[in-house]
């Protein structure tokens, strides 16, 4: 599914401010992409699931420290609620648009809410978009701010994944203003590092911080492929892979990939309910 027919098909059910509701014959060729990439995920999870030892997992979940779950959950909060919200504050301010950071930690929340539960993570962009609309952000400059955020989240991940974080010329004037969206953006990727080592421990696993910091990121970029719901399924076969070279056990690496899957849908559930008021019909058009 591409970017433009995403944001035709949401759009056409999700009106910006002052535009009238209009009549769309269905995508077929969309609907038929999303039931590929829905097929994919099952697909390889299925794959993955045959070649499991399932004493060996229904061991792991005996031993499952329901701390450590909690304390990944609020990692993860505390990445896609305040660092997200700070991070769109700060490219939306550099498209001089000023939000308060209650709204973008809702919209950013929303956002990552949608890309689990739409197929492909450009849904949860459309979402963000139509939000930044509603909230009377000109179009141009919402879509401006979503770019920057997006290129600096892939582009501080792709650097991660390569394991060498090279300092930056000095040049721009906004260098410093920019340079803080960066350092959000890796922070980001390191606290998903961070999760799924807790979730390891949570697990019993052995293995170190180092560890996940060889794999996570490069597990995480692959996975953001549009092959995929998601992410489900291609995230699991890239992270039994990258383990199986380190001597882990698949079962290992299965069950942590899905555990950080799970967490994942359990932290953005409160971007539902952001949603669900933000439909809510409202006079003001900077509510939420």
């Not at 609020?74 to 305040?82: A, D, K, P, R, S």
């Not at 930056?168 to 390191?190: E, N």
């Amino acid at each position: 599914m591409t970017r433009s027919t995403l944001g035709t098909e949401l759009m056409s059910v999700f009106q910006f401010p002052g535009q009238k509701a209009r009549k769309t014959v269905p995508d077929f060729r969309a609907l038929a992409l999303g039931a590929v990439k829905a097929l994919v995920s099952i697909a390889l999870i299925a794959f993955l699931a045959t070649r499991l030892n399932y004493t060996q997992v229904l061991a792991y979940w005996r031993v499952l420290n329901g701390v450590w779950i909690l304390g990944a959950l609020g990692v993860l909060l505390l990445e896609m609620c305040v660092i997200a919200g700070v991070r769109l504050k700060l490219m939306l301010a550099y498209v001089d648009v000023r939000c308060p950071l209650t709204m973008t930690v809702q919209i950013a929340l929303c956002g990552f809410f949608f890309e689990q539960v739409t197929i492909g993570f450009v849904g949860g962009d459309a979402i963000r978009l139509w939000l930044l609309r509603r909230a009377d952000v000109p179009l141009g400059r919402a879509v401006g701010a979503l770019l920057l955020d997006r290129a600096f989240g892939f582009a501080s991940l792709v650097l991660l994944s390569l394991l060498g974080i090279h300092a930056l010329p000095r040049r721009a004037i906004h260098l410093a203003f920019l340079g803080i969206v960066f350092a959000l953006a890796a922070t980001t990727h390191l606290l998903n590092v961070l999760v799924f080592w807790m979730l390891g421990q949570g697990l019993g696993l052995t293995m170190t911080f180092d560890q996940w910091f060889i794999v996570v990121p490069t597990v995480l970029l692959i996975s953001m492929l549009p092959i995929s719901v998601g992410g489900w399924g291609v995230r699991e076969g890239v992270m039994v892979v990258a383990l199986h070279g380190l001597g882990v056990p698949s079962e290992e690496a299965l069950l942590s990939s899905i555990l950080f899957g799970l967490c994942v849908v359990i932290a953005t559930l409160p971007g539902a309910i952001f949603w669900i008021a933000a439909r809510k019909p409202s006079t003001d058009g900077a509510n939420v």
